[in-house]
Structure formats: C-alpha cells, structure tokens
C-alpha cells in the first residue's frame, strides 16, 4: 500500500469516489472470492507446471470469445486462485500470438502486467476486474493472430538445445548475430539452467539497444519478467523464448549486426559515452536546476544531445533521481502536447526502463539504461511532434485551478472535466493534489475508471505506468505528472465498455 494512505484510509476514499462516480454498478463484485494483496504479490514458488496449469491454459486457448468470461467465472466461484489464471493467461498468450511487431495483437501479452498492477492497485474486491477484461484481449488479439496466419510458438529445437555451460554465450553470440534458430535453442538451455537474476541481466540490455517498435521491447522485458515475479519461474522456459523472438524483430530491414541501421545507433554511441561516466555518478545530489536542464535538451536537442547531457550531469555530480524527474516529467509533457499512441508509449516505456534500471544489478547496464532512456525520449519527441516542436504546456509551469467542490466530491469535478476539457481537469487536479488532496483517492477513481471506460490495451498500460511512476518521482514534480496524466486518463463522460456488464453476468450465472 502507498504509504501516503493507509488501508483503512484508501478503502473509505474508494467507497466515496465510487459513489460519486456513479460506480454502483461494480457492487456485484463482492460476490466474488477476494484476492487479498498477499496473494498477488510474487512468490517465486508458486503455480508450476503439472497437471493443473496446461488444461487452464487450454480453456483458454479453446473456449470462444462469447463464453470464455463465463467459463472463468464458474472455476472462479470454484476456487480457481488468482495466480493460477493470470499465469494461464501469460502462457496462452505467449503460445498463441505472435511477437511481432512488438505491439499491435500483440498487446494481448504486453498488458498481463499492466492488468496485474491494476489489480495491486485496487480493493480487494475489484483485484479480479482487470485480468477478466485481460482474458477477453486475448481472445480478441488470438483472432487477429488466426487471421494474419495463425502463428504458434513451436516445440523448441531439443537436439540443437547447448548444453549448460554453453547456453549463456550461445545465446549472447545469437542476439549479437540477430540469428532466430540459434537464439531459440540457446534461450531454452538458458531458461533450464540459469537464475533468474542471470537471465534478467542480458535482457535487461537487449530489450534497450534498439527504437523498433516505438519502446516495445523494453516493455515487453520489463512486463514479462514481473510477471513472472508473480506466478513462479518454473513458467519461464515458453515465455523467453517468445522475448527472444520478439527483441529480434527487426522491421523487414537489414541484419543490424551487419548494417548502420538508424534504429540502433544510440547504443552504439551510448556504449562509447558510458565509458565516460565518473566512477563514484552513484552517489550524487538531487538538483533541480540540473533537473530543469535536462527538460530544456530533451525539448530542444537531438537524441545525442540527451545522452551527452546525462553524461555531462552525472559527472558533475547530480543525483540519478533529478535525471529520472524530467524522464518522468518529459514524457508527460508530450501527452499534454500531443496525445495518442506515439506519446503514451513515452511514458511506458519510460516506466519500464525505470523499472529495469532498478532492478539490474550491473553498473554499466545502469549506465545504459540512463543512456538510452534520454535518446529515446527525444526520438518520441520527433516522432510525436516533428521537426517543429510545440512550445506549450510546459508541465512545470501550468497554473492551477480550484475546483468547485471540495475534498473527495472534488475528485468527480475533476474527472468529469477530464471528458470536457482536459486541460481544466489538469489544472484542477493540480490544485486538489496541491492543497493536499489525497493521491490514492484519485489513483482510486482513475483506476475504477479504467474497468468501466477502459477502450483498449493502451489504457491499462498507460494508467498502470503514469500510476506506478508516481510514487518514483520526487514530491516536488510528482503532483505535475499526476495531474498531467489526465490528457489520457479516462473521464466519468466517457462512454462505458461492456466487459463490467459481461463479467457481473457471468458470476449472476
């Protein structure tokens, strides 16, 4: 729990927004078995391969579309555990629906994660809303798959599989070469016989070298392996080897490991200018003038120009987390200046190098990361904006606006607004954090927002990464970013989808 609130707290604001919002119609959730926080937090031991796990993950491959939540719901009622069905739901995806582009069908994968962390987010009561509205994505995206050709991850190449002490550089030597057959038998020798911690450290480079696929790949990295956090490594072997397959998509274009692609330059470069990091760039102050100064290049400059900069603020010894702040704070921005797909994947895929950065355990993968997350954001720039960049908002210098209301009536004021004028919801959210307002309270109400309104993948993922990355960013932006996110957010206008309607049926039935 957010340590702004505690649960007694967040529970109450819930149940007020909630009916504010005119959320009545989620009171059939406390029919369900309830998912207690403990249960869907990881547990390295849990849901392994037997005889459980394959014919859950059939049901879901086989039952259509129209009967799937119905089928779920009765095991649901039946005992089935959380755990159990959200690791069906990964396997199935990974089986069935092909890893490229990274993106597209393929976000029926991609937001397992961000559905898990909605579910964190939630009350007990409502933890089973967001991986429902997950297993019909995967219906909807294994349709698509069965259109385009009907991909399926095939049995591994078992007699091309090395041997224990060969995996690790095989399959290191395969990425590097951007060679699928090896790649595929070498992360299955991988899987069976490195830790975890092992396996995470190469991916958490390759999922980072290249700008395919508008940020996928690291969050294809960074959404899988906290997946797997949750519902047990004995599940890693067919979900690697999807990864693998997925950071090796190239576009149609040339070998990268023969050809000056544009796509993989900034690693090239970055792995020369990480070189050039003072040894102690650990141990720096925050800084927000340095801060600011990031923001101003990453506006302004090319995607070198954001690296150099790193480099050049890490040396003088600022603190990673002012670096981290105009991460955050910039890719907000350019959903307030543009919103849509180019810029929201800004954010995510900040998020996820974010979450990556904190969880390698190499210091020149840190360094990377810090690299390629600056060059990234002033590659979205350009591509969400061109050549011409919008001078306004700046997301430190829009003014605030009190709402009408007051304290959690002023949450509906804001969120209505949001489905009027974006802008003014910004603003109002910005003074209502400001004056004190509760956070979880409106992380609360955007979250529950999220299960009624929700459209596509893209809202999972972007309210799970702006939601999360609040709690990482300094207390002096924080409010901002929030506040900012509601350029995207869904609003209480906005119309309803029909998966809560679906859902409280099934579990009427």
Known sequence: MNPLTNRRTFLHSTAVTGALLGLGELSFLAQLPRVSAAEAKPDHGAVRFGPDIEPLVRLLEDTSR???????????????????????LLLAGVRNIQPRPVGFKFHAVLVVNSAHLASLNSPDSDRWLPIF?????????????????GWTLAPVDE???????????????????WDEAPADAAVAGLARN???????????????????????????????????????????????RSLAYALLERGGRGNP????????????????????????????????????????????????????????????????????????????????????????????????????????????????????NAAFLALFRTAALGDKAKAEPLIEKFEAEAPAAKGEEAIAEIFADASR???????KALAYLQSGGGAQPFIAAAQRLIYLKGADSHDYKFSSAVLEDYRHTSPAQ????????????????????????????????
Not at 135 to 142: A, H, V, Y
Not at 306 to 324: D, F
Not at 421 to 427: C, K, V
Not at 502 to 508: D, I, S
């Open 66 to 88: 129209g009967k799937l939540l119905e089928e779920v719901a009765t095991r649901v009622k039946g005992g089935l555990p959380y755990r159990e069905l959200l690791a069906a």
């Open 133 to 149: 509205w997950a297993l019909d994505q995967f219906k909807n995206s294994q349709a698509r798959n069965q259109q385009e050709g």
């Open 159 to 177: 007699s091309a599989v090395p041997a224990s002490d060969k995996a690790k550089e095989m399959f290191q030597a395969a990425m590097d070469n």
């Open 194 to 240: 490195a830790s975890a911690q092992e396996c995470f450290e190469i991916f958490a480079r390759l999922g980072a070298r290249d700008f395919r696929d508008i940020g996928h790949k690291a969050i294809y990295v960074a959404n899988s392996w906290r997946t797997l956090q949750t519902i047990g490594w004995p599940h890693a072997e067919p979900v690697l």
């Open 257 to 372: 490991a023969k050809e000056d692609l544009t796509p993989d330059r900034p690693w090239r470069r970055n792995a020369e200018l990480a070189k050039k990091i003072r040894a102690e760039w650990r141990g720096g102050k925050a800084d927000a003038t340095a801060t600011a100064e990031m923001l101003k290049t990453l506006r302004e400059g090319s995607d070198a120009d954001a690296s150099q900069k790193v480099v050049e603020l890490l040396n003088r010894g600022v603190a990673v987390t002012s670096l981290h702040d105009a991460f955050f704070q910039f890719a907000n921005e350019l959903v307030m200046k543009k919103p849509g797909i180019v810029a929201l994947h800004a954010v995510t895929s900040t998020n996820a190098l974010h979450y990556t950065f904190q969880h390698t355990a190499s210091d020149d993968t840190r360094r990377m990361l810090l690299l390629q």
């Open 421 to 427: 004028d974006r802008m003014l919801a910004t603003r």
């Open 478 to 509: 924080r409010d901002r970013c929030l506040a900012a996110s509601l350029f995207y957010l869904r609003g209480s206008g906005s119309p309803d989808n029909s998966l809560v309607k679906r859902t409280r049926e099934a579990f009427k039935a």
